[in-house]
């Protein structure tokens, strides 16, 4: 198995993002955007809640000639560069894609990585993101495949950020959008509702994270044109983007494109479309 950082060590940059002083969006007579805001990013439709799957830190590595696991190591700035972003641009919620139900299938010292990954990039990061005042949660089966100690870590990063009330930063680990949707199920029906009362506000409220709202956007990176089980209830009218870079390449730049992409987009939830009314 790969090391990993012990605590103190960082592998990413700061939580200051490749964004650097942002370069001032020109300003018209009739629009001034926020200081800071990136030209070409619409400030009136930024998502509240974006979903990410962090795909491609394996074909990342291979292409360097390097082993799967250090292209784990290399997304963590992508991921830190992303949550700069969030914070930069006002989104409200971040949930990211750390590992799957589906993931154990891996080899037994790629998942041993991942495991000892998570914790360490939880013990390492979490005091920086506390005090950015980013919320971490999580969404997942606390199941006994995961160690007790990351279950540990994981409560103690909740604990640590619960009264922040900037970025919502949620990690999917050990999650599926099936399993998440059978424990809800099984939550119903052990407390006994009748067939008829159930309906979706009853499943929502039954998700690991009921408070949370659904993404507006889900980002997915690698140009798999997939979504691999990921917030499946949640994801029922997110518009998709699939940025064809793979994760560690992942940029503040990417990040600004999937954001002008999305506020161009005419979302709809089934209605028709809404009438253009002539100037
Ligand atoms: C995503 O990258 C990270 C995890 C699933 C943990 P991959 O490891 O799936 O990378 P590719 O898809 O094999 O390139
Ligand atoms: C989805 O990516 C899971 C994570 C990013 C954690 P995968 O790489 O596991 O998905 P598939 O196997 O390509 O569908
Ligand atoms: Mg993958």
Not at 138 to 165: C, H, Q, Y
Not at 264 to 274: L, Y
């Amino acid at each position: 198995m790969d090391p990993v950082p012990g605590p103190g060590v960082s592998m990413g940059g700061p939580l200051s993002g490749r964004r650097g002083p942002v370069a001032s969006a020109p300003m018209s007579s009739s629009t001034s955007l926020p200081p800071g805001f990136p030209a070409g990013v619409d400030p009136e439709r930024v998502p509240r809640h974006i979903a990410a799957v962090m795909d491609g830190n394996g074909r990342w590595a291979k292409q360097q000639g390097r082993k799967r696991t250090e292209g784990h190591a290399a997304g963590e700035e992508a991921l830190f560069d992303a949550v700069e972003g969030c914070l930069d641009l006002g989104v409200e919620w971040f949930t990211v894609y750390a590992f799957s139900t589906e993931n154990w299938r891996r080899p037994a010292d790629e998942v041993r990585y991942l495991m000892h990954f998570n914790e360490s990039l939880l013990l390492r990061r979490r005091d920086e993101l506390n005090d950015r005042n980013v919320r971490i949660l999580f969404a997942g089966r606390r199941d006994w495949r995961v160690p007790r100690r990351i279950l540990k870590r994981m409560d103690e990063s909740m604990a640590l950020t619960e009264d922040n009330d900037g970025l919502t930063l949620t990690i999917a680990f050990n999650y599926g959008g099936r399993a998440e949707i059978v424990d809800a199920v099984q939550a119903i029906v052990e407390s006994g509702v009748p067939a008829g009362k159930v309906d979706e506000a009853m499943i929502s409220a039954h998700l690991y994270n009921p408070d949370t709202p659904d993404p507006d956007l889900m980002i997915r990176t690698s140009g798999e044109h997939r979504i691999s089980n990921y917030l499946l209830w949640q994801l029922a009218y997110a518009e998709l983007t699939f940025p064809d870079v793979l994760w560690p390449d992942f940029g503040v730049d990417h990040f600004d494109a999937a954001l002008s992409d999305f506020a161009g987009r005419q979302r709809r939830f089934g209605a028709a479309p809404m009438e253009v009314v002539p100037q």
